[in-house]
T-cell receptor, first 116, second 117 residues
Framework: DTGVSQNPRHKITKRGQNVTFRCDPI?????LYWYRQTLGQGPEFLTY????????KSRLLSDRFSAERPKGSFSTLEIQRTEQGDSAMYLC??????????????FGPGTRLTVL | AQSVTQPDIHITVSEGASLELRCNYS??????LFWYVQSPGQGLQLLLK??????LVQGIKGFEAEFKRSQSSFNLRKPSVHWSDAAEYFC???????????????FGTGTRLKVLA
């Protein structure tokens, strides 16, 4: 399967701990997105990478959040000093992004974070 | 600001009945619109998309959607629902664009579909 993969699928942590999620996009997709989805809501944009460059960050991404895509392939999303409000599904998506109409995003299964 | 509204949080239909899920958007320029479906424990799967041209768009699993600029709507339809269609459905509009290159999605809050046997 060559779809978007995310690890881990589930993460339970205690408040104040740091967590890191990984996303492996579809090979050769140069655009990578992170979204957060809370219960009863649609996904909300967090951040976007074009290759290794982080080009946009949402105001939702507080200074406790950091994302990287060091070699333009996989990406990591780290949350430091987790809070209960961080409990959500974290979705990763990638797209080929070579033109305005070539930006269908392919989503991974998500990482569900529960902060106790 | 761009936004997407899905007025129906829950919809229940009987198997075999027709379905229409509503989506209204607010966007200044020509919108790029999508419908995704999310089953429990699964990621978002694209059903169909509209960029330009024919306003009636066909998608997978027998779904279609019609873009109506005058009503700022992009409603999803299916003539005969199957039990396996029970899931959550999200409408999205692409924002950002040609100059910024971001093309991030703005999603609606979703409509949860229940199918009665």
């Amino acid at each position: 399967d060559t779809g978007v993969s995310q690890n881990p699928r589930h993460k339970i942590t205690k408040r104040g701990q740091n967590v890191t999620f990984r996303c492996d996009p579809i090979s050769e997709h140069n655009r990578l997105y992170w979204y957060r989805q809370t219960l009863g809501q649609g996904p909300e944009f967090l951040t976007y990478f074009q290759n290794e460059a982080q080009l946009e960050k949402s105001r939702l991404l507080s200074d406790r959040f950091s994302a990287e895509r060091p070699k333009g392939s996989f990406s990591t999303l780290e949350i430091q000093r987790t809070e209960q409000g961080d409990s959500a599904m974290y979705l990763c998506a990638s797209s080929p992004g070579t033109s305005a109409t070539d930006n269908e995003q392919f989503f991974g299964p998500g990482t569900r974070l529960t902060v106790l | 600001a761009q936004s997407v509204t899905q007025p129906d949080i829950h919809i229940t239909v009987s198997e075999g009945a027709s379905l229409e899920l509503r989506c209204n958007y607010s966007y200044g320029a020509t919108p790029y619109l999508f419908w995704y479906v999310q089953s429990p424990g699964q990621g978002l799967q694209l059903l169909l998309k509209y960029f330009s041209g024919d306003t009636l768009v066909q998608g997978i699993k027998g779904f279609e959607a019609e873009f109506k600029r005058s009503q700022s709507s992009f409603n999803l339809r299916k003539p005969s629902v199957h039990w396996s269609d029970a899931a959550e459905y999200f409408c999205a509009v692409v924002t950002g664009g040609m100059t910024s290159g971001t093309y991030k999605y703005i999603f609606g809050t979703g409509t949860r579909l229940k199918v009665l046997a």
